[in-house]
Structures are given as C-alpha cells and as structure tokens.
C-alpha cells in the first residue's frame, strides 16, 4: 500500500508497515531529542527509552505523514551546537517540520510504557456515563406538554 503524505508526496513503508526514515535521521533525531528532553527528576533522557527507534516506529504508525517533514528537517550539513535553539529557529523558519519533530519526539516520549509508569499515567482508560433525566422529568412534570403534542403555526411561504 501506497501512503501519501499531506504535502502530496509518497510516504515510504517498511515490510512491517511502519513508515520508514533513514538511519541518519534517527541518530539525528535522539541527539535533539536528548537536547530537548534530558534525564531529570527521576525521569529518562529521550534516546533512554528510544524515541528514535521503536517509539519513533510507533508514532509513524500513526502519523506516517511526518516522515518527509523529519527527513527534511533533520538533514542538516553540520549538526547545531543547541537542539533547543535549533528547534527554536526550525518553528520560525519552517513550522511544518518543527510540528514533525515536536510530534515524533513528545509522541515517542509519552507513550513509552517505562514514562507512563513513572508518571502514574495509565494512558486513556474509558469511563461508563450514566445518562439520567432531570428531576422534573422524572416527577412528570412534562407529562401534559408531551401528550398535548407539538403546537405550532405554518410558516407562510412566500
């Protein structure tokens, strides 16, 4: 299957179906991602719980659109000295692949299961909702409205 992506261009696949992106991007990718994310407070540094590979893998699954925008954005000719200010001026000069990489690398991030524990999050958990009528409708305060029926006047047509 062909996947084409929002800027038109065909997406490449890999056998397993996840979008694909060039080893190089990947290293360049968990270097920003350190930058950006770094280990602290408990938590792990990005490239520690491999957002530039299988979680990478993941929100390409996903979002396999933002592929071209990674390869772009990431094939600099001498890598930047600050990943924050890289992505600082990448928002400025070209917001499509700061989006793509903001997304790739929290994406990556946040849903590795080691970050979802540490932060006590169980990821979406669905809730029963239980549907009541108001009290009034409950007391029948209704009831003559409804067995009255709908009034109304004809609308002239002109």
Do not use: C
């Not at 989006?99 to 970050?115: K, L």
Request: negative net charge; without cysteine; charged residues 25%.
């Amino acid at each position: 299957m062909t996947v084409i992506g929002s800027d038109g261009r065909q997406v490449p696949r890999t056998p397993e179906g996840a979008t694909s992106v060039s080893d190089e991007t990947r290293a360049r990718l968990g270097r920003i991602a350190d930058d950006l994310i770094p280990a602290a407070e408990g938590m792990p540094a990005a490239t520690e719980v491999d957002v530039q590979g299988r979680q990478l893998d993941l929100v390409l699954r996903t979002l396999p659109d933002l592929a071209p925008h990674l390869e772009r954005s990431l094939s600099w000719d001498e890598p930047p000295e600050s990943g924050v200010e890289w992505i600082r001026q990448l928002q400025a000069d070209d917001p499509d692949a700061y989006f793509a990489v903001a997304v790739a690398i929290v994406g990556a991030y946040y849903t590795h299961p080691e970050v979802k524990r540490r932060l006590d999050y169980p990821g979406q958990v669905g809730q029963e909702v239980l549907i009541g009528y108001p009290e009034y409708v409950e007391e029948g305060l209704l009831d003559g409205v409804l067995e009255r029926g709908p009034i109304y006047r004809e609308v002239p047509e002109n």
